[in-house]
């Protein structure tokens, strides 16, 4: 990988900063017509008075959007905010109206630490992460990390936030009980995402990232798809496809998330040094209630991008790859095959070997997969990347114990045989959702790996200290620990920045970390630890620039 993007990562492997974004499905089971953004600032609320009586270090803190620039296209222009539909203007907190709250029939107001304030759309944690509501679904957005694993760890970390929330909730008597589903539609036409995000360098053409790219997430779903009943928007198509959003998408590149989704998204949002980063946010692949797929969403993806920046991708063409996308999730025996445009009929399953055997060369070149002198996760990834395409060509047993979509099928299929039920029928539709609920006693998919029967790779321990802790190698570190050391001192932070309102100060103190890979652990844990005031802190950080 080039070093302007991420010093001191390996080049050609699975490291670079990347993070997730996950848009949980909300249902209120008393209320079903609730108002979904109502309930979304619900599970906002709830989660801020869970940690603020027992983490209160770990409450959070509100959101800077001061850095937001969502209209702006890595094609070279903006949008203008009169064209842009409602859905793009993340740059500015939504706005629960007195109707959304009428519809909702529930209060105006929310109840924090015995006060009453209004209802909450943002925090960020103490882990580094952000928590909020995003077109009507409560969201979770990873802190920054430098590899997969730990891309797997704080994703799973905003699934057990929203089981604390769910728990909470369902103590409160006051309050009516709201459900968590980690998926990506609600069987009635609706679609919502779950996001990724990775640091690459300006310097590399878009074109080379769009061209390089079009393939492999046309087919990664074979791998990463979570499984979907029904065809079409709608799903109302009978039938069973491997990909939760596949059929949403309308357009090969754009601007869009929520209309005319792209398989390449050009927004460009840095969140970062401008002039020497770009960040790539994909939109096309599912949200994971298993491991092992989430794990290679974020391990493939990232070497590819580092054969992209190599100039090492495969050079093969889709034709009307939008198409192919919906015909290769929709085949769920793998025998579907697309055309090139160089004339050839490849299945998608060829289309990712491709990819693997060009990742595999790079990896081996540069050393970075090698027993000694390794990265520590490019050969994991490659190991687990081989081992799903073969099993996925000649084993479907053993894939069927990682690979969600086949194990969410082999569900389905007992209870089609038991049941004599067609693909039409609406129980099915029902166990689909259920597979994604984020109860360890109600969601099929935890039930199935609690007792072995989906492969894990962290466990629990390791997820619940993410909740709390945010990871120490990227400017996440900064983020988490400055809103649990200073709580009362800081009034918003960002991806981008934290400001700090100082005791007795009338003057807020934007401290800027546009630099992902500052703001450590090993550059900053020293001044944690000598300055217990925020004066004092501050003083040492602005003077020494150590941040």
Known sequence: MSSDVSPGLAVGGAQRVMGSETEFGV????????NATYLSSQVIAAYA???????PADAGTSWDYTDETPLRDARGWSVSRGRAHPDQLTDVEPVLTAEAVALAHGPAEIELDGDQEPALMNLVLGNGARLYVDHAH?????????????????????DAVALATVRFLAEDPTREPINLYKNNTDGKGASYGSHENYLVPRSVPFSDLVSGL??????????????RVGLGQDGSGPGYQISQRADYFEAEVGLETTMRRPIINTRDEPHAVADKYRRLHVIVGDANASQVPNYLKFGTTALVLSLIEAGR??????????????????DTDLVEKVRLLDGRYVTGLELQWMYFEAAAKLAADSGVASAEGGDGHTAEVLQRWEKALNDLGSDRDAAAGYVEWLAKLRVLDGYRTRDGLAWGDARLGLVDIQWSDVRPERGIALRLAARGALETL?????VAAAVAEPPADTRAWFRGTSIKRFPGSVVSASW???????PGSYRLQRVPTREPLRGTKPLTQALFDEHAHIEDFLAALLGERRT
């Open 313 to 330: 991708a495969p050079e093969v063409e889709v034709h009307e790859p939008v198409t192919a996308m919906h015909r290769l999730s929709h």
């Open 214 to 227: 079009t393939p492999f997430f046309v087919s990664r779903q074979l791998l990463c798809g979570s499984g």
């Open 49 to 55: 008075r869970l940690t603020r009586s027992t983490r």
């Open 27 to 34: 249902h209120a089971p008393k209320s079903p017509g609730a």
């Open 496 to 502: 981008d920045s934290v400001v700090f309102a100082p």
């Open 138 to 158: 409560p969201e979770y957005s990873s802190p920054e990390v430098t590899n997969p694993h730990d891309a797997l760890v704080w994703d799973s970390a905003g």
């Open 458 to 462: 962290v466990d629990r321990g390791t």
